[in-house]
């Protein structure tokens, strides 16, 4: 059996956290979270006016910064050439049946 890291041990710089794929892969899912944390603290917590004007603009340039990332992945799946899928009857919609 392999050398597999166990949970919770220290795996070196160059190991990633699971939390750090998640952030990469996901980046609009923790923005949502930073939303909705911000609308509760502002509505049901009593801060400051300018503390939740602060959080508010904070989040809309992580939410630039977010659609920025969203963009650049998914012209990148464009660019990308598709996997190669042999051209028959099952796989293409109006190729001629026999």
Known sequence: ????????????MSGSLPLEDFARQHPMRLYAVAAATVA?????VTVPEEAILTLVAAL??????????EDRKTLEALLRLPP??????ENVIGFPQQ
């Open 1 to 12: 059996m392999g050398a597999t890291p166990k949970r919770g041990r220290h795996r070196g």
């Open 40 to 44: 509760l603290i502002a509505q049901y």
């Open 60 to 69: 809309l340039g992580v939410g630039e910064f977010t659609q920025r990332i």
């Open 84 to 89: 190669a899928v042999p051209v028959t009857g």
